[in-house]
């Protein structure tokens, strides 16, 4: 990590690194294999500043409308030491919580340091696993290894501990209306607590005890039916988490990448940004879209060469080595000679296009 820093510096210029959260770790972990993201990520490159400056800005974002409501709604969970939320824990999912402690951990002593701030997390969670002290943690900073670098979270959510065990509260400002939520903002808040579960196990671990005080159920606490009275509700992140775990462990590390790559690359607004970022190796499939700020420009790249990916990462995957559409016709129709490590997907390709031919001979009655 260390030996690396300096290159991944040189590659943002002169701009500041930008921070990962729970939100792009959640998308970077669906697609470990892209040495591009991966590579920007780990450097704090401006992704989507990039994707401006290249004429194809990111296809998502959240409104400000959505922004301000949501600060507020947490705002006023969060109000008097959080007085709101732990009356809502205790009557509404019944946990017995017998003392409070509160700390702010957003700001210490008027400083916003990360390094402060971790620090001062690390020694106030180290207390509560050792002594049980300790309720409510709100934004503690925490830090997880991506792509062989640390990123520092900035989470926008409480560790709260009960019996021992540490617990994640994840505030969201969409509504639960007659107990039902919309499933995909479900989905993604899951993703997202369990990238925090993952750093607190971690921290838990470094601290020399067992990461299960950490526990895989989460506290999701969102507005109820059409009101701001916040309700809250358990959510079981043990899924998420499997994925998480084995999809970090399978990103590509930095140091291989950059092995790869001219010294003097460098991903700065000018004329040569494009070339720069197309010297890193993209692995695009249309999921992109929901999640990376250069997934516009991917897809104009995979569409212009023809590559595979731009059909869906199933039927990549599914053809294997085989990188560009124009290959995979030519193997179906037998213009091209496979290699002995293609041999087994030229046949799959070849029977495919025997069943689309009787299928369209089929459709016009049997007549050629």
Known sequence: MTETAPDLDRLRGDAPPRNHDARTIAALTANPGCARRGLMDAAGVDKDAVARHLGFPAPFGQ???????GNAFEAQVKADGCAELLTLLRERLGLDVAEVAYDDLEVVAGNEGRELRHTRTRRLLARALETGEGTLFDHPLLRLEIAGRLAYLEPDVIAFQVRGRLHVIEIKSFAVVDGQAEPEQVAAAARQSAVYVLALRRLAAELGHDPERVSHEVFLVCPENFSNRPTATPLDVRPQLAVLERQLARLTRVDTILEALPG??????????????????????????????MALFCRDEARACGATGALGRSIRDDLGGVDTIATALALADGSLHPSDDLAETAAQLRAAARLRDEALLAARGGTA
Do not use: K, N, W
């Not at 409104?63 to 409501?69: E, K």
């Not at 970022?277 to 992109?288: D, F, L, S, T």
């Open 63 to 69: 409104s400000q409308f959505a922004i301000t409501r």
């Open 264 to 293: 003097d690359l460098v991903f700065e607004p000018g004329e040569a940004l494009a070339e720069s970022v197309r010297a890193v190796e993209a692995r695009y499939a249309p999921e992109c879209m929901a999640g990376c700020e």
